[in-house]
């Protein structure tokens, strides 16, 4: 325990990364659970209703769920966001920023990136699809695409942007 505490010590950084990717299975976990229970029962409703809008293109309803997809993405997006701002500020970063300042930069990352969640699964779903994925393995595999895209955009801006320290300097 002693060398992992050493190396922790040496290596903060490396070890923040860690710990954020770790700590946002939390909000993982809420996405999958969210994005399952939408398209296996919320939004059932919607899957051969086609949805086109803005960037948003769910209109080939075998491969993308049609507005079922979107608003399912959409919802797990939402949820997952939330839990993971309460976990990087106090867990990862460790953050004393106030909430009142630290709220209203992390809702426009959160919009930014319920955006591209929102966005993408028609595309990646659809391309799955169509490379020989089965069909109801394509949302699954469009969510890994999704958190992954998530954890490149929200770590640099949660670390320099959002959850610094009061007293650091702002990348922004």
Avoid: R
Wanted: charged share 10%.
């Amino acid at each position: 325990m002693k060398m992992i505490k050493q190396w922790i010590a040496d290596h903060p950084n490396i070890w923040e990364f860690i710990l954020f990717n770790i700590l946002s299975n939390c909000a993982t976990v809420t996405n999958f659970v969210v994005m399952w229970l939408c398209t296996g029962f919320v939004f059932t409703a919607f899957k051969t209703q086609p949805f086109q809008f803005f960037i948003f293109n769910y209109t080939n309803v075998e491969s993308d769920l049609g507005l079922c997809g979107f608003l399912s993405f959409l919802v797990a997006t939402a949820a997952a966001q939330t839990v993971n701002f309460f976990v990087q500020k106090n867990w990862v970063f460790k953050s004393n920023a106030q909430f009142a300042q630290a709220v209203p930069k992390y809702i426009v990352l959160a919009v930014v990136l319920v955006i591209i969640s929102a966005a993408l699964p028609a595309y990646s779903q659809a391309l799955f699809v169509n490379i020989g994925i089965p069909a109801a393995l394509a949302p699954t595999l469009a969510n890994i695409v999704n958190i992954v895209a998530q954890v490149v955009i929200s770590y640099p801006v949660m670390k320099f942007v959002i959850m610094k320290k009061d007293g650091q300097q702002s990348a922004a």
